[in-house]
C-alpha cells in the first residue's frame, strides 16, 4: 500500500493518530508531501518525528517532501529571505520554540525586540549548533516524487510542461501553486497545500476530506490546524489501482474513480 499524508503544520497527536493505520512493512510506503512545520504547537517535534522515521524505514519506504512552509524557512535559513523569521516572530514564534530551548527562545525574542536582523543571525546559529543533522535534513528534502502510477507534489505541478513537467516546473510552482488545477493529465496528481474545502475543491468550509476532482488529481489539505480539520491519509493499493481514504472518525472507504 502507498500512503500520503500533507500539511501536518505541528500537529503531532493527529499525526500519530493516522499513522496508527499506516503499516510500512513489506512493500508500505508513505509520502509526506511537505508543510510540517508552522501554526501548530508540536513543529519541532513533528519533523523529528518524520527524520526518525525515515531512518528507521529507509528512504525508499519514508518519502518526505518540502511544502512552501519548509522551502521558505530553509530560505531563511540560508540567509536568502528574511520573511520565515519575521512571520514565526509575529506568531510568539510558535515554531522556532520547538527547536529550541526555552532559555534561547527568550535570548532570540529580546534581541528580536532590539535588532531583528541579529536576532536573525543569532537564531540560525543556534539551530545549526543544536539541530544540524536535522536542519541538513530538511534542506535536502526533494520537491516530488513519482511512480508508475502517480505523482506527489506539495502543491501541484506546472501541466502546460506536459511529459515534461519535471523540467518545466518551477520551484515555487511545486511548492505554492494556485488555485489548484482539476481535469486530466498524464499522472494522477496527488497533492496538498489547497484546503480541500476551499472554493475551488469542495467549496464548503465544514468539508476537509480529501477531494478528487473524478480525473487526474487528489487533494488532501484538510486544515487540520484549524477548529474541525483534520490530516487526511490518502491510500493507494499499487496492485488493484485502488485509492481509499482515513476520516476524522478513523473510518477507511474506498474512493470511486471514473474511467
Same mark, same amino acid.
Given at each position: ?106 535570548? @532570540?525574542?529580546?534581541? &528580536? $525586540?532590539? +535588532?531583528? /536582523? ?8 543556534? #539551530? *545549526? ?21 502517480? @505523482?506527489?507534489?506539495? &502543491? $501541484?505541478? +506546472?501541466? /502546460? ?8 516546473? #518551477? *520551484? ?88
Amino acid at each position: 500500500m502507498l500512503y500520503a499524508l500533507s500539511d501536518i503544520h505541528g500537529s503531532l497527536n493527529e499525526l500519530y493518530r493516522v499513522m496508527a493505520h499506516v503499516e510500512l512493512t513489506g512493500d508500505g510506503r508513505l509520502v509526506l508531501l511537505g508543510d510540517y512545520i508552522d501554526y501548530g504547537e508540536r513543529s519541532g517535534q513533528v519533523l523529528r518525528f518524520i527524520y526518525e522515521l525515515q531512518h528507521e524505514h529507509g528512504a525508499d519506504h519514508v518519502i518526505a517532501l518540502k511544502g512552501d512552509h519548509e522551502y521558505a524557512f530553509v530560505s531563511w535559513l540560508n540567509g536568502d529571505s528574511p520573511d520565515w523569521f519575521a512571520d514565526d516572530r509575529d506568531s510568539g514564534f510558535i515554531t522556532l520554540k520547538t527547536l529550541l530551548s526555552e532559555y534561547q527562545t527568550e535570548t @532570540i525574542s529580546k534581541l &528580536a $525586540g532590539k +535588532d531583528m /536582523e541579529k536576532a536573525s543571525g543569532e537564531a540560525r546559529i543556534m #539551530l *545549526d549548533y543544536e539541530n544540524r543533522r536535522l536542519m541538513d535534513w530538511l534542506k535536502a528534502l526533494p520537491l516530488f516524487f513519482e511512480t508508475e502510477d502517480l @505523482i506527489f507534489a506539495h &502543491a $501541484g505541478i +506546472d501541466e /502546460e510542461a506536459e511529459d515534461e513537467w519535471k523540467w518545466g516546473t #518551477l *520551484d515555487e510552482t511545486f511548492v505554492s501553486k494556485y488555485p489548484p488545477s482539476r481535469g486530466s493529465f498524464l499522472k494522477t496528481i496527488v497533492a496538498g497545500h489547497n484546503a480541500t474545502s476551499g472554493e475551488f475543491l469542495h467549496a464548503d468550509p465544514e468539508n476537509h476530506g480529501v477531494f478528487y476532482d473524478g480525473a487526474s488529481h487528489f487533494y488532501i489539505d484538510g486544515s487540520v490546524y484549524r477548529e474541525g480539520g483534520c490530516l487526511n491519509l490518502l491510500m493507494f493499493h499499487e496492485n488493484a489501482k485502488r485509492f481509499y481514504c482515513l476520516d476524522a472518525s478513523g473510518n477507511i472507504s474506498e474512493i470511486k474513480i471514473f474511467s
